[in-house]
Nanobody
């Protein structure tokens, strides 16, 4: 099954930027990659997805602030987050899905946005 390892989280002031990375090792080729987040006391929610062919999709709250991308050769996915707001504070998880519906999750990286 392999593993996913996130990096790039941290503390940033409102209006700042962070770039998250998710590196895959020993995993099968994913049909879709995704970023999810979970804030304290809330359910995990989808942030963005990217398919093997590069089609992207974003949650409504992203509102043009985040960009998901991937490097197929290196099996790394990215999430560029700009204009971060305190409500973006959460643990961010990367996910890879492969047929017929198996998921691989990373351990999560904390993003904290101060006002």
């Amino acid at each position: 099954q392999g593993q996913l390892v996130e990096s790039g989280g941290g503390l940033v002031q409102a209006g700042g930027s962070l770039r998250l990375s998710c590196a895959a090792s020993g995993t099968p080729n994913f049909s879709i990659w995704g970023w999810y987040r979970q804030a304290p006391g809330k359910q995990r929610e989808l942030v963005a997805t990217i398919t093997g062919r590069g089609r992207t999709d974003y949650a409504g709250f992203v509102n043009g602030r985040f960009t998901i991308s991937k490097d197929n050769a290196k099996k790394i996915m990215f999430l560029q987050m700009n204009n971060l707001q305190p409500e973006d504070t959460a643990v961010y998880y990367c996910n890879g899905r492969y047929p017929p519906g198996f998921d691989v999750w990373g351990q999560g990286t904390q993003v904290t946005v101060s006002s």
